[in-house]
């Protein structure tokens, strides 16, 4: 038998759990699939180098948290404190990780809060700005302003289980396709 072919009939029963834990220590679904690409591929050529593979579940759990925990160290070395990155202008040429973002934004947000938050945390607009704009008064944007900003920061990681059993993460929005669209080349052009 290949070995491949034994590595694959040993972590077969286990790929949907692994998939779940990387679902459950990354971001995204892309980062997650990619850290269980890694994983398998880091416990394959462990497996060609010593010949076994015990624990299948066990070791794949293992290298994905030590591959995540290594992209974090990587990844803290490039903050800067929030005060700097205030003063750095936003703009991201990656259409992709723009729409991302956006999509992400408006499964936790309305649109008309998505729209004001962009409105004041990115293009830098006054409170009056966006009361003039949107048609409502200034407390009413400073309070969905207050709001969205607590809802993204209580934001928490879905459950694994409900990973593990395939259960769909409820959404609090649906997006709107043509207003993320527009929200992304907005973002792209710097300009609202």
């Not at 003063?87 to 729409?99: F, G, K, L, T």
Request: glycine share 2%; hydrophobic share 35%; with cysteine.
């Amino acid at each position: 038998m290949q070995p491949w072919t034994e590595f694959e009939e040993a972590v077969r029963p286990h790929l949907k759990h692994v998939r779940a834990y990387c679902s459950y220590l990354t971001s995204s679904k892309w980062e997650a699939e990619d850290l269980m690409q890694e994983s398998l591929l880091r416990a394959f050529k462990q497996y060609r180098d010593t010949g076994r593979l015990r624990h299948p579940r066990s070791l794949l759990y293992k290298i994905a948290r030590n591959l995540q925990i290594d992209a974090h160290r990587r990844r803290r070395g490039l903050t800067v404190p929030i005060e700097e990155a205030m003063q750095q202008p936003h703009h991201d040429p990656d259409y992709a990780s723009v729409r991302g973002m956006v999509e992400w934004l408006t499964e936790l947000l309305s649109e008309r809060e998505t729209e004001m938050l962009l409105l004041a945390e990115v293009f830098d607009y006054t409170y009056q700005d966006i009361a003039d704009r949107l048609q409502c008064t200034v407390p009413a944007v400073k309070m969905v302003l207050h709001r969205s900003k607590n809802a993204l920061r209580k934001r928490g990681r879905p459950d694994i289980a409900d990973y593990a059993r395939n259960k769909p993460v409820r959404r609090k929005y649906k997006p709107q396709p043509y207003k993320i669209e527009r929200w992304t080349l907005a973002l792209m052009a710097g300009d609202m």
